[in-house]
């Protein structure tokens, strides 16, 4: 037998390697290659740049969609999220609503939701509790009158009533609201500091100047009525006379407190535009109520270096439903007629309510800039949900493309539209 040269033999087919016999096995030959050809670096950085290309373009076509994905997403969880509070109400026969948070830094954009309920009625700590009240006067264009209250000693426990409670007078359902309290240690809850009782009568004594009474109510009369519309005795500024009327009974309707059954952050990005003001100083009006009403989500002004200062809006806007189901209240900044000064408070809508759902950082942006960087009520990805007043009804609908991108009113209309054909 002729043994092949331990030296390598090239053939046509390829290039073979000898492989030295071992003690196990027979002198084989196998076929294995002894060089192998690599990638240049140009080679490899155009397969580099064709993937970075494909990524890119993936991004931008997926981006979109997971945006919208997120705002569906947010709206879903807000519509449980009220309708949790709306069946909560019908079932426990008592109001319950849902406390929408701004964003500090941000308080024109919601991302936080919280249940609230609302704490029972509240006639003082004995059957003896009652006020005594003095018309302090009445704004001739407003109609708003003033009424001053005093408290008999006692009988009205503190961190309990604040500014924006309601109260009813007599069993009446006419409803004063509280305008101011007596607040000693300024955590905005009514105090026993300060008020002087000089004569040993059971009352706190009448003040020497009409904002020092305990309590300051408010009501909306008509414009142009007159003082002794209400059946309080009525001051007389030019003596710094308060006279007082009898004793009159009362029941406290305190505002919704945020509740520990459970809350609501959105998705990342996601938020409620509340409206506001855009970079030109122009109003925006996204969420909120419909048009025949005077009440506003959009945050107070902040003006740090007034006088005095006015630190940023931290007010939240609760939506409280009835036990019947319907929007009982709607705690936001309302005007008695169109003036520059608002009170927070709660009031029944007139209309729907209605929640922009959009972007955080296309908040209180200025809608006339390129479609680049449009603002929420221009996006179409953005969604609407709509509250029905006498129903408590929630439905979300898609938000339409305007002519004209500051008539918010039309984009609400054809929301409501939406939200009667079946809406989400």
Not at 115 to 130: E, W
Not at 159 to 169: E, N, S, T
Request: hydrophobic share 40%.
């Amino acid at each position: 037998m002729t043994h092949m040269p331990r030296s390598t033999v090239a053939e046509a087919a390829g290039r073979l390697c000898y492989v030295p016999p071992c003690a196990a096995a027979p002198r084989q030959a196998c076929r294995l290659p002894c060089s192998r050809r690599g990638f240049t670096l140009v080679e490899l950085m155009l397969v580099i740049l064709i993937m970075l290309a494909v990524t890119v373009i993936t991004v931008a076509t997926v981006a979109p969609s997971l945006r919208g994905r997120r705002l569906r997403e947010a709206a879903r969880q807000v519509n449980v999220f009220l309708n949790a509070a709306r069946n909560r109400a019908i079932q426990t026969g008592r109001p319950w609503g849902v406390v929408i948070e701004r964003q500090r830094g941000l308080p024109s954009a919601g991302v936080l939701l919280h249940l609230s309920d609302v704490p029972p009625l509240y006639g003082g700590n004995s059957q003896s509790a009652a006020l005594r009240l003095c018309t302090l006067g009445v704004d001739p264009q407003t109609g708003v009158a003033t009424v001053g209250a005093t408290v008999n000693l006692g009988q009205l426990s503190p961190r309990l009533v604040r500014p924006g409670d309601v109260v009813y007078l007599n069993a009446h359902s006419q409803e004063y609201l509280v305008l101011s309290v007596n607040d000693s240690d300024a955590d905005g809850y009514f105090d026993e500091g300060n008020l002087v009782n000089s004569d040993g009568d059971p009352w706190w004594d009448v003040p020497p100047q009409a904002g020092g009474f305990p309590l300051v109510l408010q009501i909306g009369l008509r414009p142009g009525s007159s003082p002794t519309v209400l059946p309080w005795p009525v001051a007389d500024p030019r003596t710094a006379s308060f006279p007082l009327s009898e004793k009159v009974r009362f029941l406290i309707s305190m505002q919704p407190e945020r509740s520990a059954v459970g809350s609501l952050q959105l998705p990342e990005g996601t938020c409620i535009d509340l409206g506001g003001i855009d970079a030109l100083g122009s109003l925006l009006a996204t969420s909120g109520l419909d048009q025949g009403d005077l009440g506003t989500f959009r945050p107070r002004p902040a003006n740090p270096s007034g006088s005095p200062p006015v630190p940023e809006d931290v007010s939240p806007v609760v939506i409280l439903f009835s036990p019947n189901g319907g929007v009982e209240r709607v705690y936001c900044w309302w005007w008695d007629t169109i003036t520059p000064t608002a009170t927070w408070q709660g009031r029944p809508p007139l209309g729907p309510v209605y929640l922009l759902i959009g972007q955080r950082d296309k908040v209180n942006r200025d809608i006339t800039r390129p479609p680049g960087q449009q603002s929420n009520l221009e996006d179409l990805n953005s969604l609407w949900v709509v509250i029905q007043p006498t129903t408590g009804i929630v439905t979300t609908a898609q938000n339409s493309l305007m002519q004209n991108p500051y008539d918010v009113w039309n984009a609400r209309r054809r929301a409501r539209e939406q939200a009667g054909l079946g809406g989400r």
